[in-house]
């Protein structure tokens, strides 16, 4: 090679996304469930966002359109994530090899579950990963596997999303996996468990997340929490210990508001009285 590898591994490999929750600074990050080009990456990144995940639990979107979007957003500096339908951990390797550099896992429930995600995203002796000798992540070069391996593991991010009341009993044991470098809860779907769909602000619900908060605190593992619609509760979420990490909307949502708000401005516009 005619190039410093470790240096250029290093910075190659850095994991901003977990570095600035480590120092409780804010991560912004952006869903994609109805776009199938690269440019959303682009829009993402010009709007301001950290991160740029990818939605293929709620979402027909391909798994090469997913890692096409994955590998834009490597290289122009925004950390790709995608989630995975619910159990589909075979998908796990092609997204990695395609450009994710995380994995978003919905419905965990057990430390087994969680410990399964973790092993498909990482190569051995942490996890079944299989080996490839090259990565978009590294800019296809060829690394020794060793270096490779170790480095991305390092890199990579394993999310675990806790969305039922058997999840959250079992959060101290799915937080402690060495594996898994960030606890979320979504919040939609807890309420619905509970019985209180939609219910953000029932009782039930609030000491489902501030125990939450306290486990992963204790435990030592960021915790990010989606799905509130308050932000005053949301920022009592982040002052008690949550994570800082903003969803700043679904592309889908954000394009329908978009295009509301344009009617509603053409309407106004428009004087009768001059027709």
């Known amino acids: 090679m005619t190039f410093e590898l470790e240096p250029w591994l290093a910075a190659k490999t850095r994991n901003p996304v977990l570095e600035r929750l480590a120092k409780r600074l804010p991560v912004t990050a952006f869903g994609v469930r109805g776009a199938r080009t690269s440019e959303i990456a682009r829009i993402a990144r010009a709007a301001g966002n950290d991160v740029i995940w990818i939605d293929l639990e709620h979402s027909t979107m391909s798994t090469d359109v997913a890692a096409q979007i994955c590998a834009a957003a490597l290289d122009i500096?925004?950390?790709?994530?995608?989630?995975v339908p619910e159990k589909d951990y075979g998908v796990i390797g092609r997204l990695l090899d395609g450009g994710a550099?995380?994995?978003i896992a919905?419905?965990?429930e057990t430390a087994a579950q969680a410990a399964e995600v973790a092993g498909a995203c990482r190569f051995p002796p942490h996890g079944q990963r299989s080996a490839i000798a090259t990565l978009p992540h590294l800019e296809l070069r060829r690394v020794?596997?060793?270096r490779l391996n170790q480095a991305m593991n390092g890199a990579t991010l394993v999310k675990v999303l806790i969305e039922t009341p058997l999840g959250l009993e079992n959060?101290?044991?799915i937080a402690s996996l060495q594996g898994v470098d960030l606890i979320g809860i979504g919040a939609?779907?807890?309420t619905a468990e509970l019985g209180v769909p939609g219910e953000y602000d029932h009782p039930d619900v609030r000491?489902?997340?501030e125990g939450a908060v306290r486990v992963c605190n204790r435990?030592?593992?960021p915790l990010a929490i989606g799905g509130i619609p308050d932000p005053v509760y949301s920022a009592a979420l982040i002052e008690l210990g949550a994570a800082p990490f903003f969803f700043t909307g679904i592309d889908t949502d954000v394009l329908l508001v978009a295009a509301q708000e344009r009617v509603r401005q053409a309407l106004a516009s428009h004087d009768p009285r001059r027709s």
Do not use: Q, S, Y
């Open 101 to 103: 550099r995380g994995i």
């Open 144 to 146: 020794p596997a060793a």
């Open 171 to 173: 959060l101290e044991a």
């Open 77 to 83: 500096g925004v950390f790709p994530l995608v989630r």
């Open 188 to 190: 939609n779907d807890l």
């Open 106 to 108: 919905p419905r965990i």
């Open 207 to 209: 000491r489902a997340l």
């Open 219 to 221: 435990v030592g593992k």
